[in-house]
């Protein structure tokens, strides 16, 4: 292999958002370390980690997969991508779907009567005492 990227033409992204897609040189940013002499991700699925960081984007996106479009819609917990059979309706929501998808949902609900359930009375309280203080010595 020409490690100084000549021979590449195209290089397979494994970001978020391609999932493995072929895509051309100039997708990818430079860098001299990476295989093509381009960095291991696309421009888009770095751009999309670095905003996932902060949040995860309630958006659809369109892609191919075997050849057929299919709409994926990213759930706002896991920040995955998935089909929007994944996700519950939801009416008067954004795409009429839950931001989160069902194994998300599952998860939180399991662990809402898990946790919550003989907790959330001592919680509640001892977080009542520990902002009351911080609102006295504000005062
Ligand atoms: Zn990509
Ligand atoms: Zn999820």
């Given amino acids: 292999m020409?490690?100084?990227g000549n021979k590449f033409k195209a290089k397979q992204c494994f970001g978020p958002l391609c999932n493995g897609i072929y895509r051309s040189l100039e997708s990818f940013h430079k860098n001299k370390k990476g295989l093509g002499g381009r960095k291991?991700?696309?421009i888009e699925c770095v751009r999309y980690d670095r905003g996932t960081k902060k949040r995860n984007d309630n958006i659809l996106i369109e892609k191919y997969i075997d050849g057929k479009k299919v709409t994926l819609k990213?759930?706002?917990v896991c920040g995955e991508f998935k089909e929007l059979?994944?996700?519950s309706?939801?009416?008067g929501q954004l795409y009429n779907k839950y931001p989160s998808c069902k194994s998300c949902e599952n998860k939180r609900?399991?662990?809402y009567y898990k946790d919550n359930k003989a907790k959330v009375n001592e919680k509640g309280k001892?977080?009542?005492q520990e902002n009351r203080e911080i609102d006295f010595r504000k005062i």
């Fill in 85 to 87: 059979n994944q996700y």
């Fill in 109 to 111: 609900l399991k662990d």
């Fill in 40 to 42: 291991e991700k696309c």
């Fill in 126 to 128: 001892k977080y009542y």
């Fill in 89 to 91: 309706n939801a009416k």
């Fill in 74 to 76: 990213s759930c706002t």
């Fill in 2 to 4: 020409d490690a100084s």
